[in-house]
């Protein structure tokens, strides 16, 4: 797997991230970037818990298996229209979760 770079709307966030070591070298990619991109398969989500599935979403419909960290919805029936939408397309969605 190589890790072509991240998508992050919050440019002041996206900024802040960039000053830490692991991210100051990775490339800012737009949504469109990501999504449109056929090379690109496999889109983490690394966001707050209410918006991991509109993300998760948009990136199953342009045929991306997805892989979602943290508690993945507030909702338990929104996650569950999100997998159903995943297990209808073929497409992976697994959860992460590190205990720290």
Known sequence: ????????P????????RARAPFSDLRHLAARDVLEDPTIEVVFIETRPHDNLRWAREALVHDKHVHIDKAPAPSL???RGVLG???DRGRHLPIGYQFR
């Open 10 to 17: 919050d440019a002041a966030e996206w900024e802040r991230q």
């Open 77 to 79: 029936n929104d996650l």
């Open 1 to 8: 797997m190589d890790l072509v770079g991240a998508f992050e």
């Open 85 to 87: 939408l995943a297990a």
